[in-house]
C-alpha cells in the first residue's frame, strides 16, 4: 500500500516507534533470507530437466539447485528428474532417454575455481525434442556472484522456451519490522541475498524502484511525520525529497525518471503532486476537495491510475498526467486500491475490499473482466515483474506476514517467508 487509505488498516502496525535514527547501510541479515515454496497445478507447463553439474569442491552455492528453483517459481515449467550422471557444458549427450521421459530441455554445465580464487561458471542448454544445441554461456564470477550467475542461465533458459525475457535476475526491494527495527531491503528476485539498504526505529514505508534501478524513492517516519526520500543504492546516499507541510507519502516514478508523483497535503486534503527529481516547487496535479492518492503511471507514461474517493467510496481512476480526461476504472465493489500496471500496459492488478477481507484482483483494461488471483485475507501491494508474467504482494498466511507470488491466473503461488513483518514489496526493472 502506498497512501492514506491504507494507513488506518494495513500501517497502523508501522505507526509505533521510538526516536528516529537512520543509517544508510548495507548489511546482510541471516534472519531476513527467505524459503521458497511453490503450490498449485499451473496449466501448459515446459517440461525440462537438469543433469548434475560437474562442480570442484567447496563451491558455496548449488548452483543446478538455484537454477532449477527459479524455472519451477516461474509457474511455465516443470522440472523432471535430472538423473545421477554428471553432464558438463562439453558432454555431448544422448538425448534419447531424456526425450523418452518427457522431457522438452536438458541443461548441463560446470562450476570451478580458478586460480585467482573466483568461479567459471558454465551451462548448455538442449533442445530434446529436436536434439538441437540451444546454446550456452560463461560466467566468470566471484563467491559473492554465483547466486546471480545462476540467476542468469534461468533468464537463459526461461527465454528460450518461452520466447520471454527471464527476471530471476532482476531484484526486489520490501520492508521489515522487528519491535522498533525497521529495515528497507533489497534481495534478488527469489528473495535470497537479501542486503539492508536502510535501518531506523521509525516506520519505512512505499519502496518505489527508479526507471533504472540505481535508486529507490520511500516514505521515512523518522521526523515523525511522512517525508519522501530518494536512496542510491551504489553509495549509500540519499537526499530529502518532499518534506512538505503536512503529509508526504506515495512515491511514484515516471517513465523517464525525471519526475515523481506523490500525495501531499499542502492544501488541507490529500492530492497529487508532481516534484521535479532535481528538486523545486511541487506541481499539483488533482483538484478535488476528497482524498486522491496512490499513483501509477503506465508504463508509456501517457497515464496515470490513481485511487480516489470523489464517488463516494474509494476506486481506481485514470487521468492524463496533467491531471485532465479523468476516467473510472473499478466498478465491482465499494473498496479498490493499490493499482499497478503491468508492463505491456494491458493489465491492472488492485487490491478489493470483499467483505472483511482485502483481496489481489486483475483487472484487463480492454475488456473490464476481473480475476480473482487470491483467497487470502489480508494481501497488499502488488507489483509486477519486469516481463509482466508474476506478481508479487504481501499478505497474511498462517497468521504469518509473507510475501508472495502469483502468476496470472492466479495457479501459481510461491511463499517468500522470513522472520518478522514483512510488507510494501516492489519489483524492480530490468537493468542492462
Known amino acids: 500500500m502506498k497512501a492514506i487509505f491504507s494507513l488506518g488498516w494495513q500501517r497502523r502496525r508501522w505507526l509505533t516507534g521510538a526516536v528516529a535514527g537512520a543509517a544508510s547501510v548495507w548489511s546482510p541479515l541471516s534472519w531476513a533470507q527467505f524459503r521458497v ?7 501448459a507447463q515446459i517440461p525440462f530437466a537438469i543433469a548434475p553439474f560437474r562442480v570442484d569442491g567447496g563451491v558455496p552455492h548449488d548452483v543446478a539447485a538455484i537454477v532449477g528453483a527459479d524455472l519451477v517459481r516461474s509457474g511455465q515449467l516443470r522440472q523432471l528428474p535430472g538423473g545421477s550422471a554428471v553432464l558438463d557444458e562439453v558432454a555431448r549427450p544422448d538425448l534419447t532417454p531424456w526425450r523418452a521421459q518427457g522431457a522438452d530441455a536438458l541443461l548441463t554445465g560446470s562450476v570451478r575455481r580458478l586460480a585467482d580464487g573466483r568461479y567459471d561458471v558454465r551451462f548448455r542448454l538442449w533442445d530434446a525434442v529436436r536434439s538441437t544445441d540451444l546454446g550456452g554461456l560463461s560466467y566468470p564470477v566471484g563467491a559473492g556472484e554465483l547466486r546471480l550467475a545462476a540467476h542468469r542461465i534461468a533468464d537463459y533458459v526461461y527465454e528460450k522456451l518461452t520466447g520471454v525475457r527471464g527476471v530471476f535476475s532482476t531484484r526486489i526491494a520490501y520492508v521489515t519490522a522487528s519491535g522498533e527495527r525497521h529495515q528497507l531491503w533489497v534481495a534478488d528476485a527469489d528473495g535470497e541475498n537479501a542486503q539492508a539498504a536502510l535501518t531506523s526505529r521509525e516506520p519505512i514505508i512505499s519502496p518505489a524502484w527508479s526507471p533504472t534501478g540505481t535508486q529507490l524513492a520511500y516514505v521515512s517516519f523518522e521526523t515523525r511525520k511522512p517525508v519522501i526520500y530518494v536512496h542510491d543504492l551504489a553509495t ?3 537526499r530529502l525529497l518532499a518534506s512538505f507541510r503536512g503529509s508526504n507519502s506515495a512515491p511514484a516514478w515516471s517513465p523517464d525518471g525525471r519526475r515523481l508523483y506523490a500525495t501531499l497535503t499542502l492544501g488541507g486534503s490529500s ?4 516534484l521535479d527529481v532535481d528538486g523545486g516547487a511541487p506541481q499539483r496535479i488533482t483538484q478535488t476537495g476528497g482524498i486522491d ?17 470523489r464517488g463516494g467510496s474509494p476506486q481506481i481512476y485514470r487521468m492524463t498526467p496533467d491531471g485532465r480526461e479523468v476516467t473510472r476504472v473499478t466498478f465491482e465493489g465499494t473498496y479498490n486500491i493499490s493499482p499497478a500496471v503491468s508492463p505491456d500496459g494491458r493489465q491492472l492488478a488492485y487490491i478489493a475490499r470483499i467483505g472483511d477481507a482485502y483481496r489481489l484482483r486483475l483487472l484487463d483494461l480492454a475488456t473490464g473482466a476481473v480475476t480473482s488471483l487470491t483467497e487470502s485475507q489480508a494481501d497488499e501491494s502488488p507489483s509486477f515483474a519486469p516481463n509482466g508474467r ?24 510461491t511463499r517468500l517467508a522470513a522472520t518478522g513483518v514483512v510488507r510494501e514489496p516492489d519489483w524492480g526493472p530490468f537493468v542492462g
Do not use: C, H, N
Not at 37 to 43: A, F, N
Open 236 to 238: 549509500g546516499r540519499r
Open 390 to 413: 508474476l506478481i508479487i504482494y504481501a499478505t497474511r498466511v498462517q497468521g504469518r506476514e509473507s510475501l508472495m507470488t502469483t502468476t496470472l491466473d492466479g495457479r501459481i503461488k
Open 37 to 43: 515454496e511453490v503450490t498449485g497445478v499451473g496449466v
Open 293 to 309: 492518492t496512490e499513483p501509477a503511471f503506465a508504463p508509456d507514461g501517457k497515464a496515470v491510475y490513481f485511487v480516489s474517493d
Open 271 to 274: 492530492q497529487i503532486y508532481a
